[in-house]
């Protein structure tokens, strides 16, 4: 089993939605929660971290942690075709050996 | 743009040969982490150098390895080349203090091995 959990998707969406992005993990040591969005072709860019439990916001973008059910989401507000792209969610464990791990992402698609 | 520079951008080689891919770190970094992007398997960790030194080290094979010089650029070298080893390589920095949970990744190297 995968320390961190993705559905790969695709997820194709109009317009205008909502995004429900989400990720479980299995390993109590991870602390830090992180979100990248990955275009195809390019490098990883950093969207969103946090490092409790409870809700982020900035602007369309809101991370959410329960670290209780080892379970992280990303939601976009407002879709935009310009947030086609591969969303991958990461986490770091800082206790014992350290890990910076990805999940294998999921390609979004927003439809215009 | 992140900063953060690799090169070269693409690399074809045959199987059995030995390549070494290059990064430069965003000014101020002092973090260096490399990863392997295959379609199958997502981002894979394989190594993370501080300041010079290897810091924490992931699923890295053995015919693969890295450095950190004085000027903070890194290499990572790939030798006895095999098929599976075609993949993109990333390298990413991360800011010094309070902040290693920020990654700025380069453009990849593309790596085809034939």
């Known amino acids: 089993q995968k320390e961190v959990e993705q559905d790969p998707g695709p997820l194709s969406v109009p317009e205008g939605a909502i995004v429900s992005l989400n990720c479980t993990y299995s390993n109590s040591a991870f602390q830090y929660f992180m979100w990248y969005r990955q275009y195809s072709r390019k490098g990883p860019e950093l969207l969103m971290y946090?490092?409790?439990?409870g809700n982020k916001e900035d602007g369309r973008f809101t991370a959410q942690v329960d670290k209780s059910s080892k379970y992280i989401s990303l939601f976009i507000r407002d879709s935009q075709p310009s947030d086609s792209a591969t969303y991958l969610c990461?986490?770091?464990?800082?206790?014992?050996?350290?890990?910076?791990?990805f999940g294998t992402g999921t390609r979004l698609k927003v439809l215009a | 743009d992140s900063g953060v520079t690799q090169t070269p951008k693409h690399l074809i080689t045959a199987t059995g040969q030995r390549v070494t891919l290059r990064c430069s770190p965003r000014?101020?970094?002092?973090?260096v982490y490399w990863y392997q992007q295959s379609l199958d398997q997502g981002l894979q960790f394989l190594i993370q150098?501080?300041?010079?030194?290897?810091?924490a080290k992931g699923n890295i094979l053995e015919r693969f390895s890295a450095q950190q010089f004085p000027d903070l650029h890194s290499e990572l070298n790939l030798s006895s080349l095999e098929l599976g080893d075609s993949a993109l390589y990333f390298c990413?920095?991360?800011?010094?203090?309070?902040?290693?949970?920020?990654?700025?990744f380069g453009s990849g190297t593309q790596l085809s091995v034939l």
């Open positions: 946090t490092y409790s439990s």
């Open positions: 000014s101020g970094d002092l973090s």
């Open positions: 150098y501080y300041n010079g030194e290897e810091r």
């Open positions: 990413a920095s991360s800011p010094p203090q309070g902040g290693a949970e920020k990654l700025f």
């Open positions: 990461a986490m770091i464990a800082t206790s014992g050996t350290y890990k910076y791990i």
